[in-house]
């Protein structure tokens, strides 16, 4: 089946090409790691003691003809000793990671077949993506119709089975999301769609989830699974309403926090947002409640983490405030799909053109808020073009309550406090070249210790950037759980520098790396302690 499936695509890209007036676009991404060992933060293993390097490749070349309404992919998946997959282990393969094509037959109707990365609202339902940088690629192998009754009404539907690496999930998953919007006026319209999407187990699979359930606890595992999700917006003047709500039909879960290990439950969600914005204000107020939806194409407890991150169908947003500085954004989390109830307040305020303020406050609790998971309050302010548009400076402050246990596992609870301040300074001295400086200080006695971070980076626009930074854990924590190595103070540096020409750019850093839990837009994977030169080239074309 997959050498029929490529043989189809290589053709349709020769004949095509020769034969029309198509587009052929692509893109290129090379990262190439080199291991220098330093036992002092655990950067060890099998890749710094006899594989020296490792690296990942993608090569995706899509052609396009407009005229006739046909678009078709492949791209190259290449893996070798990489640790990105299931890290810190080295793990190798190779070989066409995707392809697909997309013919469109009228104006209402086009098809897709092949590797589909597919969302039907906010993802609750279903979604399908590829995260490079996290390992992740989930894409479903089947085939897609979209049907555009008319300008306001359209459904879409999926079938297919999850890929793993080069290979597949067992399961079988079908889906279909209908949308209708209307707008009023240019004050009132809404949006309303509704999803249904379900899961079949293969008699393989089944069986392994049927063996796996302990006999003390056993239940008889369902075959099919559902998943029926509504979402409507409601925009009148100022406000702008989001109410959802999913239900999952009883199926088996893993919840490595209970005896049983696995339970028959049916699962829910509900999540509802409202926003009011005008000039100089904005709020924005978000809350969920969720118990029990986990909805992937497997439920078989595997050590490998890859495994765990890909299978997944369903996507829950993170309600909580996404960082990008290095402290503050230590401890991202991503939502607790077994049970939890959340709430999250975000205010912004200008008080004049040039001066903004920031305040952002989150609280996540068991169901019937009984026991804490997390807390956040985060108050920042920005300062834009001061000094006659030169500088732009921004400061703010930090405080989070961290159940670690809930999160990352154990048998012992460990509540994390953790306060943080920062300061970020852009300067520009003309046009092309501007300077920005980082600077970080937290305190998390539970966690690391005590830990500065400075950064300075030095850009020359459109082609150049310098930087040098350091995570300085000055006063540690001899009992950090996630690694038992920090028991003295590490400097963590990086030396980095990129150049950009067009639509290419190369990067190369030398750089040591603390290990930890990475959380990315609610996507979270363990990052082992690195300590080595990392180099990326990504082109398009």
Known sequence: MFLRGLGFILF?????NMF???????NVRFNMDFYDRDSAIAAVGENYEYNKNSANVWLQTIYSDQAKGIEASIRFDGNYNSILQNPPNATSFYGIGNWYIKKKIDDKLDVSVGYLYEQ????????????RSLGIDNAIFGIRAKYKVNEKFSIRGIAGTQKYRLDFFG???KGMNAEYSHDFNDSFGFNVGSSIVNRTYSKEERAALDNAIQDKYYFPVNYNTYVGDFYTTV???????????????????????????????AG????????YSKPKL???FQGRQVENFLFNSTQTQDPLFDRLNNRKLSFLAPINKQHSLRLPARFQIAPNELGETGASLDLTYSLTKKIAINFNASIIDTIGWKDPYYRELTGDVLFKKLLGGKLDQHVGVQYIYYNQRRYLGGTEPTDIVSYTGFTETIYRFNRKRSMRLELQYQHAAKDLGQSVFALLEFNIAPSWSFSVSDLYNFKPNPKYEVQKAYQNSHHFWNVFASYTKSTTRFTLMYTKQLAGIVCTGGVCRFEPAFSGLRAQMTASF
Not at 12 to 16: A, I, M, S
Not at 240 to 260: C, D, F, Q, R, S
């Open 20 to 26: 029309s007036q198509g587009m052929l676009t692509g």
């Open 268 to 275: 829910y969600m509900i999540y509802g947002s409202l926003t």
């Open 235 to 265: 925009r009148y003047r100022n406000f702008t309403a989001y109410v959802e709500g999913a239900y999952k039909t009883k199926g088996a879960i893993l919840n490595a926090l209970t005896p049983e290990l696995y339970q028959n439950k």
């Open 282 to 284: 904005g709020i924005t």
């Open 171 to 173: 399961a079988f998953v």
């Open 12 to 16: 349709v890209f020769f004949n095509q």
């Open 120 to 131: 039907y609202g906010n993802g609750t339902a279903l979604r399908t993506f590829e995260e």
